[in-house]
């Protein structure tokens, strides 16, 4: 058993791990109200009060368009908070596991992204989180960044959801087919961390940046296919859910630029840690199969 600080804990990713962590692990779960990232003094009061060994970082400003328009609150969550953060983690000597994005790349890379290839955001928020990894990285704490990716749960908002929303308002939907990545559940990302516990003390030497990723990739209209063939299977209703038509993204511009590429390699973490994510299907299907749970 550890004692963890969870930071986001109402976040996708956080509600997620809050439901694994809590049984087996002495969680301290601030909500927004005790611990503020835009407030540092709640940060060093909360971490110097719980003396964590082990800080989760769930938190973040994850609006990628309004990041356009709200760039320092976006850089003061994403950038400096994660700073703060990891200099109170070195000061307790604990770890920091921190989420990041395959948004701090350009997405023009003919394959997989690497951990090491050379970052080049596109918008604010790809800055934004960028800054946080390189904060954290400087200030020689034991960290593990995880860099994950098209992100979905039955919580808060998310691109599953709207598909599942849109598909029953609408007769047809224009979905890019020309932005490909691997849509990773919120779930996975919470049983990946608790493998990454099972190493307890030994996770500390692991300090580094890994790509975390369901297995797979798709474009972003095969995803939305996907969602709603598996909605009309799980819930038995055939008929009226949207026809999808492909568009590109020039076609639909949007306030924040997006990596067209945003496939993960994940070998280090597999090879590293043991961590293999399910493939990305197989988790949008047991989503699926929980939101429609009569029909089965
Ligand atoms: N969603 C994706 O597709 C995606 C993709 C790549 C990377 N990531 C990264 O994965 C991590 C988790 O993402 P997510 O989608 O689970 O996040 P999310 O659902 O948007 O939740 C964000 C969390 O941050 C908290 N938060 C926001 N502002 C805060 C503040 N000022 N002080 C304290 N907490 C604050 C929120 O609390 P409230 O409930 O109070 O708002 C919430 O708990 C983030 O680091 C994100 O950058 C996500």
Redesign the pocket.
């Known amino acids: 058993m550890s004692r963890i600080l969870l930071?986001?804990?109402?976040?996708?990713?956080?509600?997620e791990l809050e439901c694994v962590l809590t049984p087996l692990h002495d969680v301290i779960a601030p909500?927004?109200a005790q611990?503020?990232?835009?407030?540092a003094d709640s940060i060093r009061r909360v971490i110097a009060e719980a003396r964590p060994e082990i800080v989760i970082?769930?938190?973040?400003?994850?609006?990628v368009d309004a990041a356009e328009k709200e760039a320092a609150?976006a850089m003061?969550?994403?950038g400096v908070?994660p700073d703060i953060i990891a200099e109170c983690v070195k000061k307790i000597d604990g770890l920091l596991v921190?989420?990041?994005?395959?948004?701090v790349f350009d997405g023009t890379k003919n394959g997989p992204y690497l951990e090491n290839d050379a970052p080049n955001p596109l918008g604010t928020?790809g800055r934004s989180?960028l800054a946080?990894d390189e904060a954290i990285v400087a200030s020689g704490c034991s960290h593990i960044i995880?860099?994950?990716?098209?992100?979905?749960?039955v919580?808060?908002?998310?691109?599953v959801l709207t598909m599942l929303k849109l598909a029953r308002e609408r007769a047809s939907l224009n979905i890019v087919a020309d932005q490909v990545g691997s849509p990773?559940a919120?779930a996975a990302?919470a049983t990946a961390m608790m493998g990454m516990l099972h190493k307890g003390r030994a996770l500390r030497d692991l300090t580094g940046i890994y790509n975390l990723a369901a297995q797979g990739q798709c474009t972003r209209l095969e995803w939305a296919q996907a969602v709603i063939d598996g909605a009309k299977a799980c819930s038995g209703r055939y008929d009226g859910w949207a026809e999808l038509q492909p568009t590109t993204t020039a076609a639909n511009p949007q306030p924040a630029a997006r990596p067209l590429n945003t496939v993960a390699d994940c070998g280090k973490i597999r090879r590293v840690m043991g961590i293999e994510m399910a493939p990305w299907k197989t988790s949008i299907e047991k989503l699926l199969r929980g939101l429609y749970p009569v029909s089965m």
């Open positions: 930071i986001g804990k109402t976040g996708q990713i956080g509600q909500d927004r611990l503020d990232l835009t407030n970082n769930a938190a973040a400003y994850t609006q609150l003061q969550l994403n908070a921190h989420y990041s994005t395959l948004f928020y989180k946080g995880l860099r994950v990716n098209w992100i979905y749960s919580r808060r908002s998310n691109f990773t919120a990302c």
